[in-house]
């Protein structure tokens, strides 16, 4: 074989990125991703007064300075035609009732322009009609109830993969080329809406083999989810928001307008702040949709209706208790629009890859874009490299053959970076975390990855002496004009061991 491109993850940037390339094999875990749980939708530039413009610009207006401009304008103006090839393979999206898309709004954007399907099941929608497509397609291969463990490396950058195969045995399998698609970081925080199969094990990997990350400090901890004990926790999406729904506390007093000009459509970081000090002030905070969406919930929202009244409360006629929670990482492995990373023969796409497009603060609903765009430029960028299959000795960081899957149970480490490196942060907090997350890593993959994807966070919070969109320090509470960049740090490659050539496959 002279080629073999192996995708790992199998959500929207994986799956796009498949389809995009021909011949390539999709390794994922068992279980699903993000992108199946996502309500509100894709934005895009599709209404009639809209433009991809006016789109970056609300992208660069959440970002807090930081983003890449180049990159916001990329993906914004290829939006629309995302959103078509979607609805030609097939998606399903809402429509109005002359037949035009119909265009939901969330915090920061300007206008409507989020696409969404089933109310508020737009992932589960996206993720159906990405799979079946994938199904038809005779060269591409899924691997699934695999997990990632490492990336094997030769002289000339990276060559393949270790993965636990379904029955837990590591294996070897080379590749001319890698893409890493694993999601985010969520599950390694203790309040998260992301599903325990996200928990940073491509972030991790991609350390290990010492590949550019960038600002890894920001992470987007959503205001509204539903304070049920749940792992994770129940979305309720920002649409809400938009439809007018608002939030009061206990005595039934709405504060947001005495926060921010936009009150409940403020930037998540704002919103999310300011709920979490009414809870850490012993209040309890609701959101209230009972005039604003009422006694249309369970057509408009059916998502968050299930959740709602599975936790015994109907939200047409009382608020909804919410509390904020890990939901997104703007940082995560460098790359550029194409997805390349900075070693040869590894992209990354999706939220595991950080393109610079949303800077220290996410705009709603830009993730699945992004996932889908980069995605697609990943195909693009893979061919035109034109790698071929190793014929070195291949190496793999030392151990990597030794871990096993997780058995379960509860991780002081979620704890940690939830207490110390969470919605707000300071100097003490984050040297305690980095402390306790600096120790020799666990055998199995959780306890091998939590601890360096939490101490690469945590020691990216520390050097930014400043407070910039998700990333807030009570220490240096205000932005500082000196720091108006994005943060890149290079960690040391891990130890390598030659491949046993018995685990070649
Ligand atoms: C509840 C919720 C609602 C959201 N709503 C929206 C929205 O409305 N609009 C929007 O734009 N964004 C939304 N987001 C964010 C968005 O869904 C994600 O950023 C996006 O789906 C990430 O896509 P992805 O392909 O990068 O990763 P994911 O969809 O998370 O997929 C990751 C894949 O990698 C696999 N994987 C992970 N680790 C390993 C491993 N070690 N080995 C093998 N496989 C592995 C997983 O099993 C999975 O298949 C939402 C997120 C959540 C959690």
Redesign the pocket.
């Known amino acids: 074989m002279s080629e073999r491109t192996i995708v ?7 799956l796009t990125t498949a389809l995009t390339l021909s011949n390539c094999v999709v ?3 068992p ?13 895009a530039a599709v209404g009639e007064h809209d433009t991809p413009p006016a789109h970056a610009a609300d992208t660069l207006a959440v970002a807090a300075g930081i983003a890449e401009d180049h990159v916001a304008a990329t993906i914004t103006a290829e939006a629309p035609e995302r959103i078509r090839w979607l609805q030609d393979l097939g998606a399903r999206f809402d429509r109005d009732a002359d037949g035009r898309l119909a265009l939901g709004r969330e915090a920061g954007h300007r206008r409507r322009r989020i696409v969404h399907a089933d109310g508020d099941a ?2 589960a929608e996206v993720m159906r009609t990405l799979t079946v497509a994938v199904q038809r397609r005779a060269d591409i291969t899924v691997l699934e109830g ?3 463990v490492d990336l094997l490396r030769t002289d000339d950058g990276v060559a393949g993969v270790v ?1 636990l195969d379904p029955a837990g045995s590591a294996i070897a399998l080379a590749a001319s080329a890698v893409v890493l ?4 970081i ?1 599950a390694a925080y203790l309040h998260t ?3 325990p ?3 940073g ?2 972030l991790a990997a991609a350390a290990r083999a010492g590949a550019r990350l960038a600002d890894l400090e920001f992470v987007q901890f959503h205001p509204t989810a539903l304070a049920v004990a749940a792992d ?1 926790l129940p ?1 309720l ?1 920002e649409a809400l928001r938009g439809e007018g729904a608002v939030l009061i506390d206990d005595t039934g007093r709405r504060f947001m307008p005495d926060i921010h000009p936009r009150a409940e459509l403020a930037p998540r970081d704002v919103v999310a702040r300011a709920i979490s000090a009414r809870i850490r002030g012993g209040a309890r905070v609701f959101l209230d949709a009972t005039d604003a969406v009422g006694r249309a919930f369970p057509e408009r929202f059916p998502t968050v209706w299930a959740a709602a009244t599975g936790a015994g409360i109907d939200p047409r006629s009382e608020p909804m208790p919410v509390t904020p929670a890990e ?2 990482h703007m940082g995560g492995i460098a790359t550029d629009a194409d997805g390349r990373t900075s070693l040869p023969g590894l992209w990354a ?4 890859a950080s393109t610079g497009l949303h800077g220290a603060n996410r705009l ?6 992004e ?1 889908m765009v980069v995605g697609a430029h990943v195909a693009t960028s893979i061919r035109s490299a034109g790698r071929s299959m190793p014929t070195t000795t291949l190496h793999a960081p030392v151990g990597a053959f030794d871990v096993t899957r997780p058995t379960g149970g509860a991780s002081t480490d979620r704890e940690t970076l939830w207490d110390h490196v969470g919605i707000v942060r300071d100097a003490d907090g984050l040297t305690t975390a980095i402390s306790r997350f600096d120790r020799p890593p666990g055998s199995d ?1 959780r306890s091998r990855n939590l601890p360096l994807v939490g101490r690469l966070i945590a020691e990216a919070a520390l050097a930014r002496r400043e407070s910039r969109g998700a990333h807030h320090r009570t220490d240096h509470p205000h932005p500082d004009p000196s720091m108006a960049r994005r943060s890149f740090t290079e960690p040391a490659p891990a130890s390598t061991a030659p491949v046993r050539l018995r685990n070649a496959a």
């Not at 790992?8 to 994986?14: E, F, H, K, L, N």
């Not at 796409?349 to 595991?352: F, L, R």
Request: aromatic share 6%; hydrophobic share 40%.
């Open positions: 790992v993850g199998a959500g929207i940037a994986g390794l994922t875990r279980g699903f991703g993000s992108s199946e749980l996502a309500q509100g939708g894709i934005a737009t992932g695999w997990d990632l993965a698609a694993t999601g985010g969520g809406t992301n599903p199969e996200v928990a094990d491509g994770p979305l999406t939901h997104y796409a999706g939220e595991v709603a609903s830009n993730s699945l874009l996932g993959l």
